[in-house]
């Protein structure tokens, strides 16, 4: 069973940064993939970014292309996510969550990611 630990989230004002990292411990394949997505207060869950661990290259929301950035190291089984110009609409819980070729069949708990303006 592979279990997913986010950390990294807070508070940051607007135009500011933060980095979102998660271990994830278990057996994975070379195929398995990571993602983040995230869920604000009264919205549904939403996908942000996505990479495999072994090749392939990232892929993102419109909404974030161009400001996170997401990465993994495999010798450490941590995929960060790299958040930069933050926006108040990115306040939301943020998920890490990992799967057999596309995320989905494993979730972390979450981290909160709150923007003030």
């Known amino acids: 069973q592979v279990q997913l630990v986010e950390s990294g989230g807070g508070l940051v004002q607007a135009g500011g940064s933060l980095r979102l990292s998660c271990v994830a411990s278990?057996?994975?394949?070379?195929?398995?993939?990571l993602g983040w997505f995230r869920q604000a207060k009264g919205k549904e869950r939403e996908f942000v970014a996505g990479?495999?661990?072994?090749?392939?290259?990232?892929y993102y929301a419109d909404s974030v292309k161009g400001r996170f950035t997401i990465s993994t190291d495999n010798a450490k089984n941590t995929v960060y996510l790299q958040m930069n110009s933050l926006k108040p609409e990115d306040t939301a819980v943020y998920y890490c969550?990992?799967?057999?070729?596309?995320?989905?069949?494993?979730w972390g708990q979450g981290t909160q990611v709150t923007v003030s303006s």
């Open positions: 969550t990992g799967g057999i070729g596309t995320p989905g069949d494993h």
């Open positions: 278990g057996r994975t394949s070379s195929s398995y993939a």
């Open positions: 990479i495999r661990r072994r090749g392939g290259s990232p």
